[in-house]
C-alpha cells in the first residue's frame, strides 16, 4: 500500500525519490554530478577563482540544505561554459529531490520547445496545458543555459510568463546563464532583465574550463 500505518514506507519513498530524478530531466546527470565529487582543485591556479569558487559551492550547497520554497529565493548562475554551473544546479536538484521537493530541471531550449508545441502542435503530440504547470508550480525551477535559445517574440514571452509567474507566486527559480549582464540587457525585454538582475541573487562563476582540464588528465 505504501504506508505502514499512517507513515510512508521506505521503499514507497524510493519510488517517489526515482520518480523525481526521471520527472526532473536529469537523472542520468544526478548519479555522476553531486556536490561531494565538484571538484575545487580544478580552480587553484588562480587563487582568487579558487577562493570565489570555494564561495559559491559553499552557497549553493547551504542554499539546497536550507531550501524552503517560501523563503529561499532566486539564484542567477553567471559565467562561461565549463566552469560547474550544470554540475552544481544537477547537485542542488538532486538534494532537494532527495528532501521530496518537487523540481524542474530543463534547458532553456526544451522549455521553449514545449511551449511550442502545445501552442503550435506537431505531429507527434506534445506538452498539454496542464503539463506546462510543472513549469509554474514546482517547488524549485532550474533553467540551464538561459542564452542559449532562438530569440523572438514568442521565446522571449515565453520566458517572461514563467519567470513571472513564479515571482509573483514567490517560488524559487534558478537560472544558470553563459551571458554577462551587458549580453542580457541586449537579449531580453527590460521587463525580463529587470525581474532577474533584481529578483536574483547572483553567483559569478570563474576559473578555466574544466571540461578542457579533464582531457589533459
Not at 514507497?12 to 554530478?33: F, V
Not at 503530440?125 to 542564452?147: A, Q, T
Not at 532583465?193 to 588528465?217: H, Q
Request: glycine share 10%; net charge neutral; charged share 25%.
Amino acid at each position: 500500500s505504501g504506508f505502514v500505518g499512517i507513515d510512508m514506507c521506505r521503499c514507497m519513498k524510493e519510488k517517489l525519490i526515482l520518480a523525481g530524478y526521471e520527472s526532473s530531466g536529469i537523472a542520468r546527470l544526478m548519479g555522476e554530478q553531486r556536490f561531494d565529487n565538484f571538484r575545487l582543485d580544478y580552480y587553484r591556479t588562480n587563487q582568487r577563482s579558487y577562493e570565489n569558487m570555494s564561495y559559491v559551492l559553499r552557497t549553493m550547497r547551504e542554499y539546497a540544505e536550507s531550501f524552503n520554497p517560501d523563503k529561499s529565493g532566486n539564484l542567477l548562475l553567471l559565467g562561461g561554459t565549463g566552469l560547474g554551473k550544470t554540475h552544481l544546479s544537477t547537485a542542488l536538484a538532486k538534494t532537494l529531490i532527495d528532501n521530496g521537493y518537487d523540481v524542474v530541471y530543463t534547458g532553456a531550449i526544451g522549455m521553449i520547445a514545449d511551449f511550442e508545441k502545445n501552442r503550435f502542435g506537431n505531429s507527434a503530440g506534445g506538452e498539454s496545458g496542464n503539463d506546462l504547470d510543472r513549469y509554474y508550480g514546482c517547488d524549485l525551477l532550474i533553467i540551464d543555459d538561459l542564452g542559449a535559445e532562438v530569440s523572438n517574440q514568442f521565446t522571449v514571452s515565453t520566458i517572461y510568463s514563467v519567470l513571472n509567474n513564479r515571482i509573483s507566486l514567490g517560488l524559487p527559480t534558478v537560472i544558470s546563464t553563459n551571458l554577462n549582464q551587458t549580453e542580457l540587457n541586449a537579449r531580453y525585454w527590460d521587463r525580463i532583465t529587470s525581474r532577474i538582475l533584481g529578483e536574483f541573487r547572483p553567483l559569478v562563476f570563474s576559473g578555466s574550463d574544466v571540461r578542457k582540464l579533464k582531457l589533459t588528465e
